[in-house]
């Protein structure tokens, strides 16, 4: 019997397009898929990446020797070879704990803390324990496509708030509030922003505390890109602002450290009240993991060595190469006119841009612009459709900067070559 990932690599490349420009349950990797299948392959030249989240394949962002020596003494020590307890290892815990309590104004206890294999599976456990029948949750417009892949899957009404691009892609509490009744039950805030690139101030941040409080929302806080910030602003906690309404942050090992594949997340209450703690809402999400996977235990073993003895030089020479990277896709996208960048990312490593297809020939939307794009130049990008934006893009600066200017006159000479006469 055929899989459904077979009969996609087989659609016909109308369907193709019309698959990547649709946001229902598609998921980015399942849209990356189409995209690389559009390749060319008598093209010799090497593919540009800039539409993955994953930074591990170029030598500037390799993980700390620290967190591999860790990883390797616990594999070697055939002492984490058996299954880890349903929350995840207790010191693992309460070293993530700590790590967390650095950021924010009280004590996060190992109980708080739940290992989730990978961020995705902690949107998995957040979402399933809020899906009863007629409530909704409120997702940034653009977002993270898992999360209204997982959302169409539990049967949880979505209803997508307003950033706003000129404002930094600060979130408009006016949508919130008008999207919210009686059946809403979170608000999810990313930050720093994937796929805007965004870091919210600590202001604006509390400014959402305060909303969610007066609506009645439990806030649920995706940090995965935390501490990954090279503007203006500096990464601030959501759990900051926990004793104003309970958060649920959401984080991995998988961006600050560069192993997305390690697959080792958590899932935290930051709820000074404890109010969380003692919800219906946090039984359904323990009765969740207690049937679910868990990270691999000798991964567990290893997070409290890696954090302790990751040291600050690593963390500042990523942030090094993701600023120079940001500056150079900044810049670089100036010089292609149908393209509009509103902000500089100040965090992250995405830019999200808009696309005016009336300036190019035979480019109908986003998707048709990445499917030709890619098959042109073998350059790939995110079709802003994905993440809630129809004709706008999300790119990936995470490259090599000699590989991301690389793609980027690949891009500017596709946009050339494709440009209507003036």
Request: hydrophobic residues 40%.
């Amino acid at each position: 019997m055929e899989n459904n990932g077979s009969k996609l690599w087989r659609l016909n490349k109308e369907e193709k397009k019309e698959e990547v420009k649709s946001g229902k349950a598609l998921t980015i990797r399942i849209a990356l898929s189409l995209l690389f299948g559009n390749i060319d392959s008598n093209d010799e030249r090497q593919v540009v990446p800039m539409g993955h989240g994953d930074p591990s394949p170029f030598n500037c962002f390799r993980t700390s020797v620290a967190a591999e020596d860790a990883v390797v003494d616990t594999l070697r020590s055939a002492t984490f070879n058996g299954y880890a307890p349903f929350y995840g290892q207790p010191p693992a815990r309460e070293a993530i704990a700590e790590y967390i309590s650095k950021d924010v104004p009280y004590k996060v206890s190992r109980d708080d803390v739940y290992l989730t294999l990978g961020c995705k599976h902690g949107i998995q456990i957040a979402l399933t324990g809020l899906s009863t029948p007629g409530c909704n949750i409120l997702l940034p417009r653009p977002t993270f496509a898992m999360y209204d892949a997982v959302a169409a899957y539990t049967g949880l009404e979505v209803r997508k708030y307003h950033l706003i691009p000129e404002n930094g892609w600060e979130i408009d509490i006016n949508s919130v509030e008008a999207l919210t009744d009686n059946n809403t039950v979170a608000i999810v805030v990313i930050n720093p922003g994937n796929p805007s690139g965004s870091v919210y101030t600590r202001q604006h941040l509390q400014k959402v505390a305060e909303t969610a409080r007066k609506l009645g929302l439990l806030v649920i806080s995706d940090e995965v890109y935390e501490h990954i910030t090279f503007g203006n602003n500096p990464f601030v906690r959501m759990g900051e602002f926990a004793s104003i309404v309970p958060v649920l942050t959401l984080g991995s090992f998988s961006k600050r450290w560069l192993v997305p594949g390690w697959r080792l997340g958590w899932l935290v209450t930051t709820d000074p009240t404890g109010f969380l703690q003692k919800s219906q809402f946090m039984e359904r999400v323990k009765e969740f993991i207690s049937i679910s996977p868990e990270p691999p235990t000798f991964i567990q073993a290893a997070v409290p060595e890696i954090i302790e003895k990751t040291e600050e030089e690593f963390f500042s020479k990523c942030i090094n190469v993701l600023g120079q990277d940001a500056d150079i896709i900044f810049e670089k996208l100036k010089e292609i006119p149908c393209i509009t960048c509103p902000n500089k990312p100040e965090g992250s490593m995405f830019i999200m841009v808009k696309l005016n297809v009336s300036m190019l020939n035979d480019i109908q939307d986003d998707a048709d612009f990445c499917l030709k794009l890619a098959k042109q130049e073998k350059v790939i990008i995110l079709p802003g459709s994905t993440v809630g934006m129809e004709n706008w893009i999300r790119i990936t600066f995470a490259l090599e900067p000699s590989i991301l200017e690389e793609g980027l006159e690949r891009m500017k000479a596709f946009c050339q070559r494709n440009a209507k006469a003036l």
